[in-house]
């Protein structure tokens, strides 16, 4: 390959690169309307054709997305405030484990009780020292939740309204040799990753109930609640079960000073994580759009890294549409190859 093109390459690269860290206050929440455009626009087009106006059409799907949501922010909230209630317990059994904890320190290095206090009181003033900061960052993740709660439906709703439009612009930019197939593309790229998604969400609901169904048996309480949350933190790829799944551990072990049960709830989590992987999601979801595990990582990785957890949840479901409109063109089969199974 001539060292020309190789530059041209990397310098789109970079600049690609460049646009996602700067333009992301932008496109997080189109890249997030431009996913859940994709999955509602089958609902859309059914309501169309069985009469109802677009507007209606577009406006139903919308509205039961928004009241999913709201129940999924119900479901944490609830938790939230179970926690809440069983920190007086907690802290029971926690002050206990911290004595032996400074004990141990000062058995096995020498550090004293005092020096530990002395040292928990410098950590404690310097983050007073930063609280500003803290509560600035805060407020303004805060204030860009809430943008994005309000802008993100907008924008679904305007790609949906404007999805012709859209769809004619992508066909008349693209190269030449491109323009005959691409219609057919979109249309079958749209169709199989809405099964995708609705495929993903039958996986949530399965793995919940077995969840539930394992922590209620070895007698968790509110094993709804837990089983629901780390099913549904799996949107997460590798790292949403690890940290929804340790908070059930470190409260029941907090709660019962005895190792069994956060042990039994680890083996449940293991056992269904297993089903999920090689049984529940290969039949349910087959393999719509599949990414081998290297490029989950490097997805996962990438998007963390460019747009922090917004990017872990945004760069796999992109990848795999670019997966999909890849398998199409056989200028661009190595890449399919390259992140397929």
Known sequence: MPVSVINQRLITLVLVVAILWFGKPFLIPLAYAFLIALVLFPMCRYLEDRGAGRALS?????LLLSALFAGLVALLSYELVI??????????????????????LESAFGWTTEKQVEWARDQVNKWGENAGSWVKVTLTAAVGAVFNLIIIPIYVAL???????????????????????????????????????????????????????????????????YGMITAIMTIIPYFGIIISGAIPIVVT??????????????????????????????????????????????????????????????FLPL????RLVASHFPDLKPWEDLLGK
């Open 58 to 62: 577009i406006l139903l799907p919308i």
């Open 83 to 104: 926690l809440a209630g069983k920190w007086p317990l907690v802290q029971q059994q926690f002050d206990p484990f911290l004595d032996r904890v400074q004990h141990q």
């Open 159 to 225: 790609i949906l309204i404007y999805r012709d439009r859209l769809a004619r612009f992508v066909i008349a930019i693209a190269p030449q040799r491109y323009q005959d197939r691409l219609p057919e593309v979109i249309r079958h790229t749209v169709r199989i990753f809405s099964r995708f998604i609705r495929g993903m969400v039958v996986v949530y609901v399965i793995v919940g109930l077995l969840n539930t169904i394992g922590l209620w048996a070895i007698g968790v309480e509110t094993p709804f609640t």
């Open 253 to 314: 072990w907090l709660e019962t000073s005895s190792l069994w049960q956060p042990v039994a709830i680890l083996a449940v989590f293991t056992v269904v994580q297993y089903l999920e992987a090689n049984l529940i999601f290969p039949y349910v979801v087959g393999r719509f759009v599949d990414l081998n595990t290297l490029a989950a990582i490097v997805a996962i990785f990438m998007g963390a890294l460019i747009w922090g957890v917004s990017g872990m949840i945004l």
């Open 319 to 322: 990848f795999a549409v670019f």
